[in-house]
């Protein structure tokens, strides 16, 4: 997987690209990251990449030529990389919300350009004409979209083919079988009193896999009822959830 990126702060990238599941990709050369620094096309002597808004208010915006200039470059080179367009995406509280669909659609679609906004943004017509997709990690202001798209850009490498050691791991991650996550547990056995449930010390693999199901489906219902709405589950699924709503209720 190629992935652009447009930043003023490159080296916050390092927490992705120097550690764990996407640090190994990296290196193994499954996952690719370039990096843009609107700053390198500054041609004054401060190399300005800000802005101050129009009508006045708190706040700048990020340098319109500067921003451009990167995007295009990184647009060039996502084409000479892949032989395919990308899809330039921005990483904003007005976007599309992030769920694990999204970032699926993400993931097998063209190569990606990730645009991090700073200070208070970008210029509208910047969205208009150079960005392709609007998306948000959440309904809350942070000071940059770095974070943002490294979360975007870490929960799509995991869907990745070989990325992740076991594979089956991702399938058994939250959100991808659209159900929350069931719990888990490793040693000791016991903690201050608190024992492992006794069929994930059995063997019985069918028995453990149908209780880390009905975990799953007991949980969603608890906590997150609204990935049920609408969603059809299999006879097992529902015999099991069932039973999980019987011994809640005990
Ligand atoms: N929530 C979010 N999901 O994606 N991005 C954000 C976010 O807060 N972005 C900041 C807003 C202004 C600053 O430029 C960066």
Redesign the pocket.
Known sequence: MWVGVVSLFPEMFDAITRHGVTGRAVSQGRIALEFWNPRDYASDRHRTVDDRPYGGGPGML?KVDTLRAAIHAARERASEATGRSPRVVY???Q?RR?DQQGVSELASGPPLVVV???????DERIVESDIDEE???????????EL?AMVLIDAAARLVPGVLGHQDSAVEDSFNEGLLDCPHYTRPEEIDGRRVPDVLLSGHHGEIRRWRLKQSLGRTWLRRPDLLEGRSLSAEQQKLLEEFIEEYAL
């Not at 998306?135 to 979209?145: A, F, H, R």
């Open positions: 990020m990483l904003s509280p976007g992030l991090a906004g700073r200070y208070e943004g970008i998306w948000s990690i959440g309904d809350y202001v942070l000071s940059g979209g943002p």
